[in-house]
């Protein structure tokens, strides 16, 4: 699908990021069933040297301390998650999970600063 088409979705549309950081452009946006009968929604960004990467889906998951996989932790929007963001890896990527009190868990896998990444997420909702 194209970038307008996800942004146009209902329910998962909403965490479209209106704003994208600086140097970095639209690019691969896909949509499909996860499976369980729920959507997910798959963003790729990229400014020709790195790359973002958005997995939304939606969850009947309630937040708290989970991981997806062994070391990818799931932060809870409605908690002070901004000060419980990984420390980026030895190339500076970070990835983590961020689940809003709809259930809906957006994963976010690049190499934004930290501030660049509180600027995405406040775009989107």
């Known amino acids: 699908i194209t970038w307008e088409e996800a942004e146009g979705l209902e329910g998962l549309g909403t965490y479209v990021p209106d704003r994208l950081p ?3 452009k639209p690019g691969y946006a896909r949509c499909r069933n996860a499976g369980d009968g729920k959507d997910r ?7 020709g ?3 973002l990467w958005l997995n ?3 969850t009947d998951w309630n937040a708290g301390d989970m991981f997806i996989g062994l070391e990818t932790p799931v932060l809870s ?3 002070d998650w901004k000060s419980k963001l990984p420390k980026p890896d030895g190339e500076g990527g ?3 999970g961020l689940i809003f009190e709809d259930g809906v868990l957006v ?3 690049g190499y934004l600063k930290e501030e660049e990444i509180l600027e995405l997420f406040y775009s989107m909702k």
Not at 41 to 47: E, G, R
């Open 22 to 24: 600086d140097g970095y």
């Open 41 to 47: 929604l798959t963003l790729l960004c990229s400014s």
């Open 49 to 51: 040297e790195k790359n």
């Open 56 to 58: 939304i889906t939606e």
């Open 77 to 79: 929007a409605k908690e």
């Open 94 to 96: 970070i990835q983590f």
């Open 107 to 109: 994963e976010y896998q």
